[in-house]
């Protein structure tokens, strides 16, 4: 809602026309005579070598998945293996005009695009470069291997080529000496020193996480390119055209300062071989016909659409040369088409029952290593058995390296009985670093002329004075303490960024970023599209290229639309990569209510149920901002809960309020908020309220003493405090907003009672929300856990309670009833 672009009603509703141009469709048609002005004879044998090389490589993996052998070494592999023979040409000439310092990331069919970039790159680096990375990579771990197998290398390329080769099998593989020592596999491999970023097992999954890499570059002036490798059936995706949007944002032309204007430096690349698994996409599954016509409907550029030939590796070569130079001149993003064949299945165990033997049969007698070849020795740039020496070379290469990635000596597999940890140890990397990179931070203003700041000075920073609560206008609120960590930070790491749903000049939904505008050039503080799936994704792409980032997806409910850009990309890629990449990421979520069944729901149990995510709920102005430091500081994915409830509360536990310097709220560690002897309360989130208001009800009318414990974090979760406590009473309820049925709620308490049941007096309660949709508002007493629900649990399952009236059934029998119902 930028305040500068007037939308004027007078040009909006005139008529007229949208007019398109002519998306250019298999234009390239030069011969290898005409492009030797372009390409040294070396050059063009090269491009074979290279074809050759991925079609050998691939070869071998069919024939081990189908025959189970290769040159006659028998190898037992069970994983995937999606293969891309047939789309040679097209994955080399991407990579011909590519360095290390243009990324590209792919889908799981995308052995042919490592190998492709892996070449090029090593093509065009020098050996004592080349040298450096193999030596430092896992402290030369690869590298002697490599060297031990072949005493006689003629030159650093050569070795560096093996080197390239040996470390993507023995990922695929998965041995320790793999790339990502195993733990990424065929469909996760990558090498970063080559500009080789993660692929991706989920269908379009790279569009979005690419994004996020080429606003990195953008952002943080880097060099390079960024492509996206998907294939066509991934224009089926959401997340896809999501993320082609994000790319295509009007701001980056129009609203981001001088210097940062233009479009982004990506390539949406669609290895467009004809089938997304078993549907044909132009005929049945789509109904653009001609992919590149996409292009057409994101924006007036038309994404300077254009369908390749990529059965030929000079034509993708020229297009990927044009593109890359519009990207360079911020003119970006770009569609391309490359238009190209997969001769196997989908994977080895796939018939291709869905395609006849003609077409199949068709396609190969076009296939571009043959006709590229033909087309070498008849121009007169090689001879047959110039050609012939260079295929057996490759198949010796090949054969070299297949023997050693199977060598259980030299290549062993990660060791989990040694080692039972050695997974465990790469979930987090519990790294703490101030800034990600070391310069000045773009700024608008000093920080203490920032008007917001101004403003929170004059505010009370403790929630109790003379005995009596702040008024809220005066109070300093939860919303200030994150907006004040999250301030100081942008004063320090010049990588970070915040974007997501109404967060620039509104302020965020919530009001927690207002006071940012002002301080914060448009490329640091931005509105995204409502695009869920992209604002994650692009935030993994950001910071697993070095930057920090914060994203919000405003209301917890709307988790699902970036499911698994939460689940399957943001929490697994730094375990994957063997903790070669870091995922600075902090998610802000809030939990909301007043809105209904789809505004108003705790899903804190669905993220923390999964590993390599760090979850986090503050109830009080003092933690959030000591947690939303800490989460700053750190290297992990932290997703940062915030109740709409308490967004206005002031501070009311911590002696003094909340202090205005730096400080932080170790991520794991719970709090005891009300020290008690008799019965334990352990909350999460805004339930800590409730839970006073029960323990306050316990001692005037019971005469039961509640500790209350706040539990600040879900994953991970340090238990001695609560263990200590329930030593001590005996007893203990857990509450919160979530769902009772299968919430970490569940968790807590299974955990508990392992941990402390020799203490317990009775078994550990819970109380959650009800198993409904949330009603309205006006019902919502009705759901979410109340005081009373509390009372009543602790006298029906922990300890009667002399002269209680119950109100809410929480017997054995209304158990029962409920859970057979379902609800």
Same mark, same amino acid.
Request: glycine residues 8%.
């Given at each position: 809602?930028?305040?500068?672009?007037?939308?004027?009603?007078?040009?909006?509703?005139?008529?007229?026309?949208?007019?398109?141009?002519?998306?250019?469709?298999?234009?390239?048609?030069?011969?290898?005579?005409?492009?030797?002005?372009?390409?040294?004879?070396?050059?063009?044998?090269?491009?074979?070598?290279?074809?050759?090389?991925?079609?050998?490589?691939?070869?071998?993996?069919?024939?081990?998945?189908?025959?189970?052998?290769?040159?006659?070494?028998?190898?037992?592999?069970?994983?995937?293996?999606?293969?891309?023979?047939?789309?040679?040409?097209?994955?080399?000439?991407?990579?011909?005009?590519?360095?290390?310092?243009?990324?590209?990331?792919?889908?799981?069919?995308?052995? *042919?695009?490592?190998?492709? @970039?892996?070449?090029?790159?090593?093509?065009?680096?020098?050996?004592?470069?080349?040298?450096?990375?193999?030596?430092?990579?896992?402290?030369?771990?690869?590298? @002697?291997?490599?060297?031990?197998?072949?005493?006689?290398?003629?030159?650093?390329?050569?070795?560096?080529?093996?080197?390239?080769?040996?470390?993507?099998?023995?990922?695929?593989?998965?041995?320790?000496?793999?790339?990502?020592? *195993?733990?990424?596999?065929?469909?996760?491999?990558?090498?970063?020193?080559?500009?080789?970023?993660?692929?991706?097992?989920?269908?379009?999954?790279?569009?979005?996480?690419?994004?996020?890499?080429?606003?990195?570059?953008?952002?943080?002036?880097?060099?390079?390119?960024?492509?996206?490798?998907?294939?066509?059936?991934?224009?089926?995706?959401?997340?896809?055209?999501?993320?082609?949007?994000?790319?295509?944002?009007?701001?980056? @032309?129009?609203?981001?300062?001088?210097?940062?204007?233009?479009?982004?430096?990506?390539?949406?690349?669609?290895?467009?071989?004809?089938?997304?698994?078993?549907?044909?996409?132009?005929?049945?599954?789509?109904?653009?016909?001609?992919?590149?016509?996409? *292009?057409?409907?994101?924006?007036?550029?038309?994404?300077?659409?254009?369908?390749?030939?990529?059965?030929?590796?000079?034509?993708?070569?020229?297009?990927?040369?044009?593109?890359?130079?519009?990207?360079?001149?911020?003119?970006?993003?770009?569609?391309?088409?490359?238009?190209?064949?997969?001769?196997?299945?989908?994977?080895?165990?796939?018939?291709?029952?869905?395609?006849?033997?003609?077409?199949?049969?068709?396609?190969?007698?076009?296939?571009?290593?043959?006709?590229?070849?033909?087309?070498?020795?008849?121009?007169?740039?090689?001879?047959?058995?110039?050609?012939?020496?260079?295929?057996?070379?490759?198949?010796?290469?090949?054969?070299?390296?297949?023997?050693?990635?199977?060598?259980?000596?030299?290549?062993?597999?990660?060791?989990?009985?040694?080692?039972?940890?050695?997974?465990?140890?790469?979930?987090?990397?519990?790294?703490?670093?101030?800034?990600?990179?070391?310069?000045?931070?773009?700024?608008?203003?000093?920080?203490?002329?920032?008007?917001?700041?101004?403003?929170?000075?004059?505010?009370?920073?403790?929630?109790?004075?003379?005995?009596?609560?702040?008024?809220?206008?005066?109070?300093?609120?939860?919303?200030?303490?994150?907006?004040?960590?999250?301030?100081?930070?942008?004063?320090?790491?010049?990588?970070?960024?915040?974007?997501?749903?109404?967060?620039?000049?509104?302020?965020?939904?919530?009001?927690?970023?207002?006071?940012?505008?002002?301080?914060?050039?448009?490329?640091?503080?931005?509105?995204?599209?409502?695009?869920?799936?992209?604002?994650?994704?692009?935030?993994?792409?950001?910071?697993?290229?070095?930057?920090?980032?914060?994203?919000?997806?405003?209301?917890?409910?709307?988790?699902?639309?970036? *499911?698994?850009?939460?689940?399957?990309?943001?929490?697994?890629?730094?375990?994957?990569?063997?903790?070669?990449?870091?995922?600075?990421?902090?998610?802000?979520?809030?939990?909301?209510?007043?809105?209904?069944?789809?505004?108003?729901?705790?899903?804190?149990?669905?993220?923390?149920?999964?590993?390599?995510?760090?979850?986090?709920?503050?109830?009080?102005?003092?933690?959030?901002?000591?947690?939303?430091?800490?989460?700053?500081?750190?290297?992990?994915?932290?997703?940062?809960?915030?109740?709409?409830?308490?967004?206005?509360?002031?501070?009311?536990?911590?002696?003094?309020?909340?202090?205005?310097?730096?400080?932080?709220?170790?991520?794991?560690?719970?709090?005891?908020?009300?020290?008690?002897?008799?019965?334990?309360?352990?909350?999460?989130?805004?339930?800590?309220?409730?839970?006073?208001?029960?323990?306050?009800?316990?001692?005037?009318?019971?005469?039961?003493?509640?500790?209350?414990?706040?539990?600040?974090?879900?994953?991970?979760?340090?238990?001695?405090?609560?263990?200590?406590?329930?030593?001590?009473?005996?007893?203990?309820?857990?509450?919160?907003?979530?769902?009772?049925?299968?919430?970490?709620?569940?968790?807590?308490?299974?955990?508990?009672?392992?941990?402390?049941?020799?203490?317990?007096?009775?078994?550990?309660?819970?109380?959650?929300?009800?198993?409904?949709?949330?009603?309205?508002?006006?019902?919502?007493?009705?759901?979410?856990?109340?005081?009373?629900?509390?009372?009543?649990?602790?006298?029906? @399952?922990?300890?009667?309670?002399?002269?209680?009236?119950?109100?809410?059934?929480?017997?054995?029998?209304?158990?029962?009833?409920?859970?057979?119902?379902?609800?």
């Amino acid at each position: 809602m930028p305040k500068q672009l007037f939308i004027n009603p007078h040009e909006v509703r005139k008529s007229g026309w949208v007019k398109f141009q002519d998306i250019p469709v298999n234009q390239y048609n030069k011969t290898i005579e005409e492009e030797k002005a372009n390409y040294t004879n070396e050059d063009f044998v090269r491009i074979y070598r290279d074809m050759v090389i991925i079609r050998e490589f691939e070869t071998m993996l069919l024939l081990v998945k189908t025959t189970g052998e290769y040159n006659g070494v028998p190898y037992d592999y069970p994983g995937p293996a999606h293969l891309s023979i047939g789309q040679e040409a097209a994955a080399v000439g991407q990579a011909y005009h590519l360095d290390k310092d243009d990324f590209i990331f792919g889908s799981h069919r995308s052995h *042919g695009e490592i190998i492709a @970039k892996g070449l090029s790159a090593i093509e065009k680096m020098s050996d004592d470069e080349l040298m450096d990375i193999m030596k430092k990579f896992w402290d030369g771990r690869v590298l @002697k291997v490599v060297e031990e197998s072949k005493k006689d290398y003629k030159s650093v390329k050569e070795l560096a080529m093996d080197f390239l080769l040996y470390g993507a099998l023995a990922e695929i593989f998965g041995r320790e000496t793999g790339f990502n020592k *195993g733990l990424g596999g065929s469909m996760h491999a990558f090498f970063t020193p080559f500009g080789i970023y993660p692929n991706n097992a989920i269908v379009g999954g790279s569009a979005g996480i690419a994004v996020g890499a080429a606003l990195f570059k953008k952002v943080n002036r880097k060099k390079g390119i960024v492509i996206a490798n998907i294939g066509d059936g991934a224009m089926g995706c959401g997340p896809v055209w999501e993320a082609m949007n994000m790319a295509a944002m009007d701001q980056f @032309k129009y609203l981001w300062e001088e210097g940062y204007r233009g479009g982004l430096p990506i390539i949406f690349n669609f290895f467009n071989n004809q089938y997304g698994m078993g549907g044909q996409t132009c005929g049945e599954t789509m109904g653009y016909q001609i992919l590149a016509r996409v *292009g057409a409907g994101i924006n007036p550029e038309q994404m300077h659409a254009e369908r390749v030939d990529g059965y030929n590796p000079l034509a993708v070569i020229d297009a990927i040369k044009r593109k890359k130079q519009l990207l360079l001149e911020n003119k970006g993003p770009v569609l391309l088409d490359v238009v190209t064949y997969r001769f196997c299945g989908h994977s080895p165990s796939d018939a291709s029952t869905y395609r006849t033997k003609e077409e199949i049969d068709a396609w190969m007698q076009h296939d571009s290593i043959v006709t590229y070849r033909k087309q070498l020795i008849d121009a007169g740039v090689a001879t047959q058995e110039q050609l012939d020496a260079i295929l057996n070379d490759v198949k010796e290469r090949i054969d070299r390296i297949y023997r050693l990635a199977i060598d259980e000596n030299k290549s062993p597999r990660m060791d989990l009985v040694s080692n039972p940890d050695a997974i465990a140890s790469l979930m987090f990397s519990n790294q703490r670093i101030e800034k990600m990179d070391d310069r000045e931070c773009d700024v608008l203003i000093p920080k203490e002329e920032n008007p917001r700041l101004q403003q929170i000075k004059r505010k009370v920073r403790a929630g109790i004075q003379d005995g009596k609560p702040v008024p809220k206008n005066k109070v300093f609120q939860l919303r200030d303490a994150i907006f004040e960590a999250l301030l100081d930070k942008f004063y320090v790491d010049p990588t970070l960024i915040a974007y997501g749903e109404d967060n620039r000049d509104w302020g965020g939904a919530f009001a927690v970023y207002r006071g940012l505008t002002e301080a914060l050039p448009y490329h640091r503080l931005f509105n995204a599209p409502i695009s869920e799936a992209a604002i994650v994704a692009s935030a993994v792409g950001y910071a697993m290229c070095g930057g920090r980032v914060v994203v919000e997806l405003m209301y917890a409910d709307f988790i699902g639309r970036a *499911g698994d850009e939460i689940f399957n990309q943001l929490s697994k890629w730094q375990a994957m990569s063997a903790g070669i990449l870091k995922m600075p990421v902090v998610l802000r979520v809030s939990v909301g209510s007043k809105y209904g069944a789809q505004h108003s729901q705790d899903w804190t149990s669905l993220v923390a149920h999964i590993p390599g995510l760090k979850v986090v709920f503050p109830a009080t102005p003092y933690d959030a901002k000591g947690l939303m430091n800490s989460a700053l500081m750190g290297t992990d994915p932290v997703v940062f809960f915030e109740s709409q409830r308490i967004y206005d509360i002031g501070e009311m536990f911590h002696p003094g309020g909340v202090p205005e310097g730096y400080y932080e709220v170790p991520i794991g560690e719970p709090d005891i908020k009300k020290e008690g002897k008799d019965i334990t309360i352990l909350t999460v989130g805004a339930m800590l309220y409730r839970a006073l208001e029960a323990a306050k009800i316990l001692e005037s009318k019971y005469g039961m003493s509640a500790e209350v414990i706040d539990a600040r974090s879900i994953v991970p979760f340090n238990y001695e405090k609560v263990i200590e406590s329930v030593k001590k009473t005996g007893k203990i309820v857990i509450t919160g907003d979530a769902c009772e049925r299968a919430s970490y709620l569940k968790d807590f308490a299974q955990n508990i009672t392992e941990l402390a049941f020799d203490y317990l007096d009775a078994p550990p309660v819970v109380v959650g929300s009800r198993n409904w949709i949330t009603p309205a508002h006006e019902l919502e007493r009705f759901f979410f856990p109340q005081p009373d629900w509390i009372i009543d649990a602790i006298h029906e @399952k922990i300890v009667p309670l002399k002269g209680h009236v119950v109100r809410n059934n929480f017997t054995v029998n209304e158990q029962l009833r409920r859970n057979r119902l379902g609800v």
